[in-house]
Nanobody, 124 residues
């Protein structure tokens, strides 16, 4: 099974920045679509950003222009660079890998089998 470990979360004020990292093992990293998701208390898990094999990216409308998803192949690490953070960005952020199906797109939790335990982002 794929193993994913997120880091880089924290508490920031509105307008601040964070960079989340996800290190992967048990995965053919260079041949895997990956994504970032978040979940706020009382809400469903939401797709934030996805990265396809050809380098195409997809973002939920609410973060377009503020967040960037990228990979470092040498380090087997996925990143989410977040700028201009807003209180509504608050939530537990999860890295996802090991595609189950692409029928729903990479912003659907159903697309992935593998999940990390999450890193908390709090914006006040």
């Amino acid at each position: 099974h794929v193993q994913l470990v997120e880091s880089g979360g924290g508490s920031v004020q509105a307008g601040g920045s964070l960079r989340l990292s996800c290190t992967a093992s048990g995965l053919a990293f260079s041949n895997s679509c990956m994504g970032w998701f978040r979940q706020a208390p009382g809400k469903e898990r939401e797709g934030v950003a996805g990265l396809y094999l050809d380098g195409r990216t997809v973002y939920v409308d609410s973060v377009k222009g503020r967040f960037t998803i990228s990979k470092d192949f040498a380090k087997n690490t996925l990143y989410l660079q977040m700028y201009s953070l807003k209180p509504e960005d608050t939530g537990m952020y999860y890295c996802a890998a090991d595609v189950r199906t692409l029928g729903f797109g990479l912003l659907s939790p159903a697309a992935f089998r593998g999940w990390g335990h999450g890193t908390q982002v709090t914006v006040s």
